[in-house]
């Protein structure tokens, strides 16, 4: 099985134009399927009981469309309507473009190391492992090259284990992550405290609601140069065989995808002047007994 991922890098730019990237942004998905971005719904899972779509008629009804251009649209208005016209996505296979992860385990931590320090571990990270990344990231790289302030490079996750993946040296950047706690302001500190409140299914993976809003909190107040914001309940969703929670994760990610850029087109610290990259650490199986 060949699990494919998908690159997709935005411009905070209204139009193009040849801007220096002063800011950037790193959006991902947790094993976001390329099926899924390119294609919305997947007719192989859509009526299944096995994927928790046998009742699911509301979301077959909301997403289900004749076409795949269509029904990725109806999945994710905001991306392909609004925004893919300002940047560039690779991964779809139908088309012949594919990205694939190096490291031999197609799992979360060697994907996101992969991911932060540009090549495979495969000798030392073989698997979701509890320990610290053991090569320097591009996050700590940024930091000290910029010469930045420890606030200024920030890493909002919902999946605990980046307080190990976004560092190798615990302390360098700014990390929250999972069921963390968090000082700021009076919403900052409203959201900390909800997220003990309206637990998800899993020990080790706060909502991605709670990710979000915190992040976003932290963009306005603080405006950090480098941001990293990490979802994962579709991966979660999937592990559980969800598919209907999986979709309704992915059009809340297109959600905050608009929150996003109007967002950042509203801020002079970012319009024009900043790359936003979104992708995810591993895709997953294309059939019923694999997809999950």
């Not at 996050?139 to 190990?164: G, I, T």
């Not at 065989?241 to 905050?256: F, M, N, P, W």
């Amino acid at each position: 099985m060949r699990l494919f991922t998908c690159l997709v890098v935005f411009s905070s730019l209204l139009v193009a134009q040849s801007h220096q990237t002063k800011n950037v942004i790193l959006f991902t998905a947790d094993g976001l399927r390329w099926q899924d971005l390119f294609t919305g719904i997947d007719a192989t899972l859509m009526n299944q009981k096995e994927a928790s779509m046998k009742d699911a008629k509301e979301r077959r009804a909301r997403y289900w469309r004749a076409t795949p251009e269509d029904r990725r649209s109806q999945l994710m208005p905001f991306f392909w309507n609004e925004l893919a016209s300002r940047g560039a996505i690779y991964g779809n296979v139908t088309k012949g473009s594919s990205m694939t992860v190096t490291n031999a385990f197609r799992i979360s931590y060697p994907g996101y190391a992969e991911m932060l320090t540009g090549h495979a571990q495969d000798a030392v990270i073989d698997g979701n492992v509890d320990f610290q990344n053991p090569s320097e990231t591009v996050l700590e790289f940024a930091r000290q090259k910029l010469k930045l302030d420890r606030s200024q490079v920030a890493l909002f996750a919902s999946w605990n284990a980046f307080l190990h993946i976004g560092e190798s040296k615990p302390g360098t950047i700014t990390i929250n992550a999972g069921y963390q706690a968090f000082e700021g302001g009076a919403r900052m500190r409203d959201l900390s405290r909800g997220q003990f409140l309206a637990l998800s299914p899993w020990d080790e993976e706060r909502h991605d609601y709670f990710t979000f809003e915190m992040a976003m909190e932290y963009l306005k107040a603080v405006k950090p140069r480098v941001l990293f914001i990490s979802f994962d309940e579709t991966d979660d969703w999937a592990h559980e065989k969800r598919y209907d929670r999986v979709l309704d994760s992915i059009h809340y990610l297109d959600q905050c995808l608009r929150e996003l850029f109007a967002t950042l087109d509203a801020m002079p610290e970012y319009k024009g002047s900043t790359s936003v990259i979104v992708t995810t650490d591993h895709g997953r199986g294309s059939k019923l007994d694999d997809w999950s």
